[in-house]
């Protein structure tokens, strides 16, 4: 790619994304009233623990396998996931932000509780 | 400009409402600068991708994962359209994001509209999608004007660490050595964003299913994982609802149904 042809896809790249966030943004109350209907508007209340979760989990659950391994199933991935510093650091988190509510002690407590299972060679 | 100036309906910017969006907005911000510092050392090393245009894509995209793939992509010799499309794919989840969002600022002004709207990565959704809920002060009568405060307030330490982390990442270089992990801090903050998003059954399932949808996608070309994982969950999660809901109508009348 050239130079040019570099800022180009940046540029574009950023236009799309714009678009994409803008969307909703500038329809009219008539417009998002046929768009989004109250049954839609209901489900969209879920989309940040679906979006959340589906960021998150691959990151925290058998870290290390990939789904194209021949050994990919239910039961290595559990088998991988239990003893996995990141999934035991994560569990941690979890409860504390559940008991809590405080988003710093959560990431406080699930990093430190990461880097001590790594430091015991989990 | 049909409305007048001191209409009481035109909504102000308030200093407590950017005060408390910036405040909840610092634990996030903090993950985030490793993560911008990693992408700048990806763009310093690229022979392809100048300093300068890849450091500009900071804000020109302004979504860490999009970010990362198109310098990824484009570093390895793709096209300008295949990056267009992978970033289509990566951010189409904020399609969802602007339709869950946009209610709360119907009657914004339009230059809100475009800040708003450049704004909407996944922390300001976070912050900002259930602000009534606990944040929002009640005595306030410009809400609107409050939620745009706190919008902008979470909003822009956001931008400013992720640009200053790229900045760091492509003048300091490699100053994190890659086996402390700290990118571990970033699904950590989105599964806490998550917990803090539960608050029914159905919204458990939706969790539940866009992790796992996720995890076995994990592979999936340009994120295919993460937006069929989240488009499935809202939808078992609406699925859900809706036989709960014919189940209180199949019972005699308790109590009234709960939010």
């Known amino acids: 790619m050239s130079g040019a042809a570099v800022w180009l896809a940046f540029a574009l790249a950023g236009l799309v994304t714009f678009a994409q966030r803008s969307l909703f943004f500038w329809l009219s109350e008539s417009a998002s009233d046929r768009l989004l209907p109250p049954p839609v508007q209901r489900a969209l209340r879920y989309v940040a623990p679906a979006a959340f979760a589906a960021i998150s989990a691959p990151r925290v659950i058998a870290a290390g396998s990939s789904s194209s391994d021949t050994s990919f199933n239910l039961l290595s991935i559990l088998a991988e996931t239990v003893v996995d510093a990141r999934f035991v650091a994560a569990l941690v988190a979890s409860l504390v932000m559940w008991r809590t509510g405080k988003l710093p002690v959560m990431l406080v407590v699930g990093m430190v509780v990461f880097w001590v299972l790594r430091a015991l060679g989990m | ?259």
């Open chain 2, 1 to 259: 400009m049909v409305e007048s100036i001191d209409s009481p309906l035109k909504p102000n910017l308030q200093w407590a409402g950017v005060a408390a969006g910036a405040k909840a907005a610092i634990p996030l911000a903090v993950p985030a600068l490793p993560i911008g510092i990693l992408i700048g050392v990806a763009i310093g090393e690229s022979v392809v991708i100048d300093n300068l245009a890849g450091w500009t894509s900071s804000f020109m995209i302004f979504a860490g994962a999009a970010q990362f793939a198109a310098v990824e992509l484009i570093d390895g010799g793709a096209g300008v359209w295949a990056v267009v499309a992978a970033v289509f794919m990566i951010n189409a989840r904020h399609l969802m994001y602007g339709a869950a969002i946009c209610g709360r600022f119907s009657d914004a002004p339009v230059w809100f509209k475009f800040v708003g709207s450049y704004f909407l990565i996944d922390q300001v959704f976070a912050l900002n999608v259930n602000l009534d809920l606990d944040i929002e002060p009640v005595d306030t009568d410009d809400r609107l004007g409050y939620r745009m405060s706190h919008y902008i307030g979470t909003g822009a330490p956001m931008l400013g660490v992720w640009v200053v982390g790229v900045v760091l990442g492509l003048v300091v270089g490699d100053v994190i050595p890659a086996e402390w992990e700290v990118d571990f801090a970033i699904p950590l903050m989105f599964l806490g964003l998550m917990v803090m998003s539960l608050f029914n059954v159905s919204s458990v399932v939706a969790a539940v299913l866009g992790g796992t949808v996720a995890v076995i996608g994990r592979d999936w070309p340009n994120g295919m994982g993460l937006l069929i994982g989240a488009v499935a969950g809202v939808a078992a999660a609406a699925l859900v609802d809706q036989l709960l809901d014919s189940q209180l109508e199949n019972r005699p009348k308790a109590d009234g149904a709960s939010a």
